[in-house]
């Protein structure tokens, strides 16, 4: 038996949806006048506790059109509605589906003057709200759709406070292209088996977090421009998705407007495939991927990263509680990205210069993508400021004025397998013929004054020159190694280290280039045989040579021979070496070498002497950084 409801002085809407519930069709209430539109929400929750019952309810379910529900909210909650629920183009106070369970949710065009509350619903098909308004908090957290959720072109308006509470949602897809959301949008905990798609759409929370989705597990994240148009994606406020899980994100021509020192948050995520921040992106504040995973791409070509403290706003005491500034992150002012300890498969970063500092420190990256143009200014070891390069004085924390150099790259502890573009060149055309390992040195003068010079971090600089040596470019990475010490020596505080790095890098390359090394020798040779030439009278040889004298050692040995009854010898002419500065100069600058000369002649003149010993000397240095730097034994430890 059909159940009875004891409602009195229906209207013709209501009179209308027990009809057209019955018989399984759509009420339609804009066909009468407007007293007669009202439905009570009392009538609705009758029907839905006799949904089950199909003499009241049928299995097309309760479908009301262009009402007016009031008043009071519509009091569904832990029912178990055994109907589809379509409130499409009504006007309705407040929605209640606390612990409820339905088959579909189709609230489409129509406005809530007082939020929804479906905390813990169940839906075993979607929940859509395309063109819908709600006023107040729409609370649908910890909610199972076994379907979607649309809300294309919705408007949410809370403002200043949580507008949107659907953390921990379990949903297949989420929609909602064009939509307006002012206040909080929290999906923290939410596992979407297919995408969040938002483009479009406009979060509005400036000064706080925008868009919360810590912890969520989806397959994509789309917030981009408008399908139909170029209309971007605008967040004010920051994108949180801190220790997400998700295959894909893409925030192509996204818009983050001025966040209070981060604009998007992926520390500790995982992105399966790829992160693409390109095509009309730009954020003001930092992209902050600290300790993320990302096993395919992350793209920032064509992005516009501009960090908070280049807009040149003060840090203002009064807003110490954002829940943006706080000690962690209070660094991040002055990046564009934040990247220490992420594992990225590919990185490609933009090819215009940021306006903050990138910081790659401790980060694992398989193939690294850059451009020159995307390069910072060259900041020369030794020095500590470079006038090409963006940098604010405001006041810090404690009232003081602070300079902030906004423009360099931290490499510390960063390694590469691979350099997708060795020299930073894209397009052949236009090369300007450097060799690659010049366009790198650029590059890592791209660092801040604290890795150049106040404390010299050599570990960039060996990186580069392994990955280099791993692509094929030996000869320009052994340029980099070189470089490295050269760079070294100017920041070296110690003047004697200073001098024999000096006199290594002319001598041998520091054993790179140990033909430099025989070049200096034979140079030194030959200048002092000259010399020595000169100063015996005779430009060549001579038998009598001026300032240089026999020795002891030669006089005895050349002693005629003799019997042993004290008789000369016959047949034996024993003539005393002739005189030849060349094998002289020779016979002092090898040591391991005997040619004689030495021990048959020395110098009659004190400063022809000093020059032989100073021979003797460097002729070992050299003679011994020649066979080092041919067995490799001096640069063994850069593992070229």
């Not at 519509?74 to 509605?81: C, Q, S, V």
Request: overall charge negative; aromatic content about 8%.
């Amino acid at each position: 038996m059909a159940a009875k409801h004891s409602f009195e002085n229906l209207t013709k809407a209501e009179t209308e949806l027990l009809r057209a519930t019955k018989a399984g069709e759509v009420a339609l209430a804009n066909k009468f006048d407007k007293n007669e539109r009202i439905v009570r929400p009392e009538l609705i929750r009758w029907l839905a506790e006799n949904s089950h019952d199909r003499e009241v309810v049928a299995v097309a379910g309760i479908r009301l059109l262009y009402a007016n529900i009031e008043p009071g909210p519509i009091d569904l909650n832990n029912l178990d509605i055994a109907v589809p629920l379509w409130l499409r183009y009504c006007k309705l106070e407040r929605l209640e589906l606390r612990d409820a369970r339905t088959k579909e949710i189709d609230l489409d065009s129509s406005t809530i003057s007082n939020g929804v509350d479906a905390e813990g619903a169940q839906v075993d098909g979607g929940w859509f709200m395309l063109n819908a308004e709600v006023d107040g908090i729409f609370d649908i957290c910890v909610a199972k759709l076994n379907g979607e959720f649309q809300a294309h072109n919705a408007k949410f308006r809370n403002t200043d406070e949580k507008a949107v509470q659907a953390f921990e949602i379990e949903a297949s897809n989420w929609h909602m292209n064009d939509a307006e959301v002012d206040g909080v949008f929290d999906i923290n905990g939410a596992k979407l088996s297919g995408q969040f798609n938002s483009a479009g759409t406009k979060f509005r929370h400036a000064g706080g977090v925008a868009v919360q989705a810590q912890s969520l597990e989806a397959s994509t994240w789309f917030m981009r421009g408008k399908t139909s148009n170029t209309d971007p994606c605008i967040i004010e406020g920051q994108l949180d998705l801190n220790a997400t899980k998700i295959k894909q994100i893409d925030l192509d021509e996204t818009q983050i407007i001025h966040t209070p020192g981060v604009a998007i948050r992926l520390d500790r995520s995982r992105i399966d495939q790829s992160l693409s921040l390109t095509s009309g992106f730009s954020s003001d504040g930092a992209i902050v991927l600290d300790g993320a995973v990302c096993s395919g791409r992350v793209r920032l070509l064509d992005a516009e990263l501009t960090c908070d403290l280049a807009l040149a706003k003060p840090y203002n005491p009064e807003k110490a509680g954002s829940p943006i500034i706080t000690e962690r992150y209070w660094r991040h002012r002055t990046h564009a990205i934040s990247a220490v300890g992420a594992k990225i498969d590919r990185l490609h970063l933009p090819k215009e210069r940021t306006k903050g500092v990138i910081d790659l420190s401790q980060a694992k990256i398989g193939t690294l993508i850059d451009e020159e143009t995307g390069w910072f200014p060259t900041l020369e070891p030794g020095k500590t400021a470079c006038d090409e390069r963006l940098c604010v004085t405001v006041k810090n924390r404690d009232g003081e004025d602070q300079t902030y150099d906004l423009q360099h790259i931290v490499l510390d502890g960063t390694t590469y397998e691979h350099l997708d573009h060795p020299d930073g060149k894209v397009e052949a055309e236009g090369r300007n013929g450097d060799k690659v390992w010049k366009a790198r040195e650029r590059w890592l003068k791209g660092q801040s004054a604290g890795e150049l010079t106040r404390r010299f971090n050599p570990q960039p600089w060996r990186q580069l020159a392994r990955t280099l040596a791993g692509q094929g470019y030996e000869e320009d990475a052994r340029h980099i190694a070189i470089q490295r010490r050269v760079a070294q020596r100017k920041v070296e505080p110690q003047f004697g280290r200073r001098m024999l790095s000096g006199f290594l890098h002319h001598v041998s390359d520091y054993g790179f280039n140990p033909w430099r090394t025989v070049r200096w020798s034979l140079i030194t040779v030959l200048l002092c045989g000259l010399i020595f030439a000169v100063s015996s009278g005779e430009y060549w040889f001579g038998t009598n040579p001026e300032r240089f004298i026999e020795t002891i050692a030669g006089d005895v040995i050349n002693l005629e021979s003799k019997s042993e009854n004290g008789e000369p010898l016959e047949g034996v002419n024993i003539h005393y070496p002739e005189f030849n500065p060349w094998l002289y100069s020779l016979d002092q600058f090898i040591p391991i070498l005997n040619l004689g000369m030495d021990t048959y002649w020395r110098p009659d003149n004190r400063w022809l002497y000093i020059l032989s010993v100073f021979e003797q000397l460097l002729g070992a240095v050299l003679v011994a950084l020649t066979i080092t730097g041919f067995t490799g034994l001096l640069t063994r430890d850069e593992n070229l």
